[in-house]
Every structure is written in C-alpha cells, then in structure tokens.
C-alpha cells in the first residue's frame, strides 16, 4: 500500500484513438524478405514525420527538433516534426504506431515515462509495441524550493515530511515520470510521505513554485531550471543521478542524503520507432543519430551537459528501459 497522494488528473487515451491502435500497423511478415530489403536500401524515399509526445518547447520538443534536422541532412529527406501532446504522452505514442512500420514514422520518446505509461493504465500499447533507436539526451533532476522557503536542506524538508505525512507538496513533471516514481518510493522504501502534485511540464511546475503553490518541486535540471537556481529564485536541495553532475556544485546526491535507492530519476530522451520497423532501417537511423551527436554544432544546440559521454544505441536503450521496468513495475502493480 502507497504511503503517498498524487493529486492532479491524469488524462486519459481517447476511446477512439485507442480502438484504432495498430490497425493501419503492416504485418511485418506479410512483405517477403527481398521486398523488406530493398526498402531498407532505399530508405528513406520520402518524407519522414517524427512526432513529439508533449507540447511545443521544453527539453523533448529541443531534442527532436535539433535531431530532426541533423537526420534531415544526414539522410537527405524531409523530417516533419509534429507535436502531439496529451495523456501523458500516449498521444505521440499513438500516432506513431498508427502511421506505419516502413520507417517514416517515428517519435521522441521520455524514458521512463513511456515505459511506465502501459504499466499504469490502458494506452493501447506495451512496450513491445516499440523499438528503441538511440538516446539523444539524458538529464537528471533536482529537488528545490523557493526562494523564501523555510527549509534550507533537503534534511530539514524530508525531517518535515516525515513528522507531517502527506501534508507537504511537491510538483513533478506528470504522474508516469521518473520524479513521479521516485517519490513514491521514497514513501515505500524510506517512509518520507510526500504529495506528488503533476504538472504540465518546467513552466507550469516554476509558476507553481514561484507562487506558492507547492512546497518544493522535483524537476528536471535543464537550462530553464539552471537559470533559475543562478538567479536564486529556486534553492536545490539534492539531485538525483548516482554520481553528482559537475553543473549542480555543492548539491548533495539523494544516494549521500542516506536515500541509496533512489538514483533512477533521470529522464532519457531519444529516438523510437514501432517494434517491425525493418531492422535495417533502425540500423541506418542509429548510425545517422550517432553521427549526428558526434556534431559540434548539434552538441551545443542541446547542450553539452545533456548529450550522453557515451553513445547509447538500440541495445544499451532497451537496457536501460528494461532495468526501469524492472524497478518500478512492482511499485505500480501494487497501485
């Protein structure tokens, strides 16, 4: 049983769109292998739609437009972004899904919340349904206050939460995202009772702060957020990754503040495709991702703190959502 409250509503799928999932999807054995092959070494041959899953700005809309026009160069094809947000991000999903598996259908994808998507409620997919290609950019959250907050320490908040179970506040960026996760455990593993209050993404999530409306928020650290701590109009308290980031100094780990569990809130984006795109094809596409992060220009567009040391391929991104499922799937099966 949950010791937490989440408050907010969550949207749901439409009906309709839901009927439709995977209707208009080919058959991936209904192409013979020489067909299948020579539209991989044709690929692309017209335009490509490559769909985000939230609203225009914020860190998944930079990172599929920045990837979308590298891949537009690289492979010599139109790439059409398209926002398409809702039900927190099943919309995006969806479509996708609905516009084919030849490879001219793709769409962004937030890790973990996709993958936590179909463990929480009927989204007319699993995640099966879905191939990751490569991650573009992963960033890792921070836990802040107000300004004119009366806790100065992440010690004093959870001290505070603990003594008053549920009565604090904290706004995270939609109930199916890593934020969103990790304060449900921090009640479970660590019985810090907190109320997650989800939000529409950075923006909704800072007027709240800023106006008091929540007690603290767990967000991502982008460049908004960055630019808020230096003003001083948000204190961090602690972050979230295993090992601290350079760009948040003197900020303690959650895994320091004695909470060694709690090191998953790190939100991945990257590129996907549906599960029968031809192999082929999402071999072509993830070199063309790969090639495109080794650009300078792109790095800076979406900021170097954020692009992976690393390349992380198909192989390496399913890792990474299969060892998500793995750690929260327990915790929304008991929901």
Not at 181 to 201: C, H, K, Q, S, W
Request: with cysteine; aromatic share 6%; hydrophobic share 40%.
């Amino acid at each position: 049983m949950h010791h937490i409250r989440m408050t907010g509503a969550v949207l749901l799928v439409p009906a309709l769109l839901l009927a439709g999932c995977g209707s208009d999807t080919a058959d991936p054995g209904a192409a013979g292998g020489a067909d299948a092959g020579d539209a991989a070494a044709e690929y692309p041959s017209e335009q490509i739609t490559l769909y985000v899953p939230y609203a225009p700005g914020g860190p998944t809309d930079l990172a599929a437009r920045t990837t979308g026009e590298c891949l537009q160069e690289e492979l010599g094809q139109t790439v059409v972004v398209e926002n398409r947000a809702g039900a927190s991000g099943s919309l995006g999903m969806q479509a996708m899904l609905q516009g084919g598996d030849d490879g001219y259908s793709l769409s962004l994808i937030a890790v973990p919340a996709t993958a936590t998507n179909p463990l929480q409620m009927e989204v007319g997919y699993t995640n099966e349904d879905y191939v990751p290609i490569a991650a573009v950019t992963e960033i890792p959250s921070v836990l802040a206050v107000g300004e004119d907050s009366e806790y100065a320490t992440a010690e004093e908040l959870f001290e505070a939460a603990r003594a008053n179970p549920g009565e604090l506040s904290v706004g995270i960026p939609g109930a199916t995202t890593s934020q969103a996760m990790e304060i449900l455990r921090l009640a479970e593993l660590y019985d810090v009772e907190l109320t997650g209050v989800p939000f529409n993404g950075n923006a909704e999530m800072t007027t709240a702060l800023l106006g008091g409306n929540v007690d603290a928020v767990f967000i991502n650290a982008s460049e908004d957020v960055l630019q808020n701590i230096d003003a001083g109009s948000f204190v961090p308290l602690a972050q979230s990754p295993e090992e601290p980031v350079s760009y948040l100094p003197d900020v303690p780990t959650l895994a320091e503040l004695d909470f060694p569990e709690l090191t998953s809130s790190v939100s991945v984006f990257g590129l996907s495709a549906p599960a029968s795109t031809p192999e082929a094809i999402v071999e072509k596409l993830e070199s063309a991702v790969q090639t495109c992060l080794d650009k300078p220009e792109v790095i800076e567009r979406l900021d170097e703190r954020y692009v992976p040391d690393e390349f992380i391929g198909t192989d390496a991104f399913k890792e990474r959502i299969d060892a998500i499922v793995e750690a929260y799937g327990p915790i929304l099966e008991q929901g």
